[in-house]
C-alpha cells in the first residue's frame, strides 16, 4: 500500500504563547514549532502499516519553520519519500492550507495516486476548518476521520478501520481506497527514532521540494481579537470548616452541573 | 634425611623410558590446551577492536595486587583466604610442574626435580596442605552453606576435586620420600603429572576457566570504570560486541560477588549480573563450532543471513538490561574486574536504536531533546525554583561569577526538590560565594541519558552546554546532583572525558566542606541529631567522594552513624541509569529505596537519612510514605542541614518548611 | 440575513448526547437573539430515531431517516446535511464537538463553501451579527471570531451551556426525504466494546481520586460513597496501589491512565508531577490537601487546606442534600 503522510507545525504549548501587537493574531516570531501530535500518529500509523504489508510512506508537509527537522525524522523513522511544498512565506490557515493541498498534490511527480492519505484528524490550530475531511472533499475522496487503527484488506481495494467511540467502544467501518483518513491515535505510541539515525538521514537523505501555484484562496473567518484565558495559575482557596467548604464546593459542582 | 628417589623420567616403565611416555602425555595435553586457547581467541577476534593496550604498567601493577594479593576476594575474608592459599599453592605447583615438565621432557639437563630443590619443596608441602584446608572451607561453602548467587555444578567439583587430587598426589610423594618408599613415590610423582596435564587440558574446556581467563580480564581492564563504551550502534549479536565485552564471559568465575551487590537483583528485577555474564560466555563458547559470518558482500546483494543469533531480545530479555541503575556495586566488587555497566549500556544502544523502549522512558527522551529537561518543561521555568528567595540568583550569561552553578534538572523543577535547591543556594549566599546559573542555557547534562544508552542525544546535551559554557566567565562549577556531576566532570571534555577546559568540578558537599573548613561559613545552631549518611552512586563509587560529606555533617553538628553498607558499599536509591524514568516492574519484591530506607530506620538511634542528590531524596521520601516509616525517620538533604545550621535568623532556614 | 438556527441532534445507539441538549440551549439564546422570527430548529439525521425528537427543546425538529444512517457515517451524513442545509438555508449549524458528529462536522464546508468555526467555547448576537469565542492552541489562546456569511457551521465544545430542559410537548417534526447513493464508499460494520472488567477511569465523567492523605483502606469507603453520590468512580495516585488498597487498574498518572474527566476530586494527594501529568487536563478541579502548599493546588482550580477524612463526608452529605 502506497501511504501519504500529511505533517503539520503547530506551535508548541509547552511554551508561553504570546499576542501580536495587533491584538488578533498570534505572536509567531515567539512561538516555537512542533509537529502536530496527531500527525506524528498518523505517520506511526503508516509507517505500522507498512511494517506490516509492504508500500512506500511518503511524508508531505507544507514549507514552515523547523519542518525540516521533522521530515528527516519521518526519514530516519523509515519514511520513504519526504517532500516539502515551497509555498513562500505565507501561513496557512487550515481551510486554506486544505485548498492548497488539493491544487499541489495532484502535481507532484510520481506521487499520485496514492491508496491512502493520512493525517491528524484534527490539529490545536485548526480555526476555519479541519484539513483531513476538507482535503477529502477536494480530492473527492472517502473520508473517516478520529481514526484508532488501519488495517489492510486483502484485495487492497478496501481497508478496514478502526473509529474511537466513547467509553472505550470502537466502530469498525469498510472503507473503499484510495481514501483521507484523519488520525487520532495509532494504536502505537509514535517509535523514537535515535539522535544518530537523524543525523544519519540529514547527511545521506534529501528532502524534494514542489513549488506551490499562487494562492487563490482566502480563509472566510475574520479573527476580531485574540485574548488570553484568564489565569488558573493557581487554585482558589476555600476557606471554612469542613462542612462550610463541603457546601461550597457542592453549590460549584452544581452550577457546573456536577451534582 | 630421606635417601634419593629415582628419577622418575628415566625410570624405564615395562621398558620404555619415563620420559617417551611424559613427551606422548604433554603432547596430548598442550595440543588440546592450545587448540581451545585459539578457538576462544578467534571468537574473541570476531568482536569489534577496542585499545586495551594503553598505561601498561599502570596495568601490570593493577594485575598484580589484584592477581596475587587478591585484593577484592579477600573482601568476603573466609572464602577470601581459603581462595589466597589455593591461589599461592597454585603459583608454586605451576612453577613446579612447567619445572619438572621441562626437566622430564630433557632428563639430559643437569637440573633437579623441583621437589628435591628445598625453597621449592618445603612451600610446597606447606601451601598444599594450607589450600587442601582451602578446598575443604570451598567445599563447605559451595555445597553446605551454599551462598546466594553460587552454583552447584559438576563443573566446579570437577575443579575442586582435580586440584585436591593434584595436592594429595604431591603431598603422598613427599610423605613416600620420608617412607624411603621408591615405588609409592614414582606412582604418584606421575599421578601428579598426569592429574596436572590433565587439569590443563581440562582448564580452558570447562566453565571454570578463569584460572586461566582472569589474570588477563584484570590486565585489560577499564582505568576508568563506569566510563562509558565508545561511541557505537550498540550490540546484539557476538560481532557488535568489543572483545573486551565477550570476554567478561571468559574471565568470569562465576563467584556470585555481581549478584550479591546488585541493588535491582536484590528487588526482585529480572537482572542479574552474573546471570548476563555467564549469558555472554555461552555466547562466545557458542560461536566456537558456528561459522563465521562471510565476509561483507556486495552492497547489492541481498543480506547474508547472519552467523550469530541475536543474543539481545532472545538470551538476554530487554526487561534485564532496562533493570540496571548502572549504581557500579557490581564491577566495584568484581574480583576479575568485568565490566557489567558498560556491557548493559552498548545493548540499551542497541534496543535504543530499533526504539524498543517504554513509552515512559521515550517521553522523557523526547522531552530532553526538546526541552532539554526531562520533565518536559519550558526551558524559561527553570529557574522558576528561585521564586521564593529574598535575595536575586545572578545570571551567570550576564556576569562573570566564580563558581558556576550548573543546577541540574530535579533540583530545578521537582517542586519535592525545589526547596533544598534553595536551601543551597540560601547557604552560598550565607558564604558570601559569588555564584550564578544559567537560567533557560541550562541543558540536562546528559549523564543518565547516556546510560540510557541514548548516545547521540547525549552528544546534542553535551554540546549544547559546551557552548554555552564557553560564552560564560567562570573559574569553577559547583552542582548539588551527583549525576551532573559526574557526567560535566568526566564526560564533557572530547571523547578523551574530563571537564570542559580542564575547570575544577565541585559537588556540594566537597565545596561546603571547604566552606566551613575555611570559616566562610559559620555554624549558628548545631544539628544536635543523630543521622546517618547515604553515598549517592555517582558521588561514592564514581568519583570516591565519602569523607567531605560526612566530615561536614560533622562540622554542621550532627552525630554521624553508618548503616551497615556504606561507602563503596552503599546500596543504591534505584533510581540511576534512567530507571527512574521507568515504570515499575510488576511483582518485584521491594523497590531498592525501600530497602534502604528501611536499612536506615534500623541503624539505632538515627533520626534522620542525610543524602545529598535530588534523586535520592524524592525515592527516599516516596519510599518513607510506602514503608509507614514517615513518623520514625525523616529524608533531609545535606543543604538543608547547612542550611538550619548556618542560619542567622532562625526563621529563615522555616521559610520553605 | 434570514435563516434558522439549527442544532444538530447528535445521537449515538439509541441515545441522545450530553452536549445535545446544551447545544439546544446556546441555540436558542442565539435565536433569541437575532430576533425577528429567526427559529430554532434541531436536525435529527438517523434511522428509525423520530422518537429521539420528542426530548428536543427546539421549535421543530427536522428529520431524515434513511437506513444508511442508522450508524454514524460521516460520507452519508454530510451527503444529507449538504442537501438539507442547501435546501433551507439555515443561518447556523450548531454541532457538538464529539467523535460522532467530528467527521461531518470537518467534510461539511468543502463541499458547500461554507465557513466553519472550530472549537467555539461561546457564541454569541451583536447586532444581528454572529460572534463565536473560540479557545485555541490547546487552551493556551482565545479568539473572538466574527462570523460573516451564511450558513456558518459551528462546532461547539462541550460544557458552552447547562443541558436545556425537556420540553413540555414535543415539538413539531417535518420529515424530509433525501437521496443517498446506495454504493457508499464508507460503510460501518460493527462496534467492538471493550472487555469489560473493573472501572475504566478513562471513560469516567467525575472521579474521586485519594492519595496517601485517605491513610488506611478502610478510609477509601469514604470515596467510594461520595463518588456514588456523584455518579462518579474512585481512582487514586501511586501509593495507594503500592499498597494495594486498590486495583492497578485505578492508578492515574505516568505510570497509570491519564483521565480527562468533568471533575477531578483529589483527597490527600499531594501532587507529584507524575500524578499530575495524568490528571491535569480535567476539567475541573478540586484539591484537599493538609499541607497548603501541596503541589497540587498548582494544577487545582478550588483548594481546600484540611482533613479528607472530614471533608469527604461532609460533601457526600451536602450532595445528597442538594439532590433531594
New interface residues.
Partial sequence: MNILVLMKMVPDIVEELEIAPDGKSLDVEAVRPIVSERDDHALEQALLLKDKSGGTVTVLAIESRDVDEVLFTALAKGADRAIKVAAGEAIFTAAEAAALLARVLPAVPNLMPVQLVVTGCQAIDDLDGVVAPALAERLKLPYLGIVTGVEAEADGSRAIVFKEYAGGTRGRYSVCLPAVLGVQAAPKPPRYVPVAKVRAAMKSRTLECVEAPAQEERSLLEIVSMTKPQAAGRAEMLEGSPEEVASKVAEILSSRGLA | MSAPMPDPSLTRYLAVPGWVGLWVLAAVAIGLFVRRVYQLVRVLLRGRGEVRWDHVPRRLVMTVTNVFFQRRLVEEPVIGVAHLAIFWAFVFFATSFWWNLVRGLLPFLPIPFSDDVPWMRYPMEILGALALLGIVVAAVRRYIFTPQGLERTRDASTVLGLIALLLVTFLVSQVAREANASGLYLSMWWAHMATVLFFLAYLPYSKHAHLLFAPFGVFFTSLKPGAMPAES?GASRLEEFTWRELFNGLACAECGRCERACPAHAAGFALSPKELVHKVKEMVLGAVHAPAPAAAAAPSAAPAPPAAPPFVGEVVKPEEIWACTTCLACMTRCPVFNEHVPLIVEMRRYL??Q?E?E??L?DV??NL???GNS????A?TRASWTTGLDFPVRDARKEAVEYLWIVGDYAS????AQHVTRAAARVFQRAGLDFGILHEAEQNAGNDVRRIG????F??LRDKNLKTLAGVKFQKIVTTDPHTYHAVKHEYAGNGGGSPSGVEVLHFAELLDRLLDSGRLTVTTPVGRTVTYHDPCYLGRYNGVYEAPRRTLAALGARVVEMPRSRDEAACCGAGGGRIWM??V?GIRERPAETRVKEAAGVRGVEALVVSCPKDLVMFQ?AL??TQLEGSLAVQDLAQLADAASATVRSDAHVDA | MAGNIWVLAEHWRGRLSDLTPELLTLGREIADGLGAGTKLEAVLLGHGAQGLAAGLAADGVISIDHAALAEPNPEASCLALAALIEQQKPRAVLVPLSNVAADLFGLLPARLTVSLVNFCRDLRAVDGRLEALCVLYGGKLEATVAISGAPAIIGVLPGSRPASAAPASAPPVTEVTVELPADLRVRFETYVDPEPGDVDVTQQDVLVSVGRGIQTQDNIALAEELAEALGGAVSASRPVIDQGWLPLTRQVGKSGATVKPKLYLAAGISGAPEHVEGMKGAALIVAVNTDPHAPIFSVAHYGYAGDVLEFLPALTAAVKARKK
Avoid at chain 2, 454 to 457: H, R, S, T
Wanted: hydrophobic share 25%; charged share 40%.
Fill in positions: 550502534e535504543v536504536s526504539g523502549m513509552k515512559r521515550q527522551l523526547v531533546g526538546r526541552y520533565f518536559g518543561k519550558s524559561r523543577f521537582d517542586p519535592r541514548e548516545e547521540g542525544l552528544g546534542v515504570e515499575d510488576a516516596d510514605k510506602t
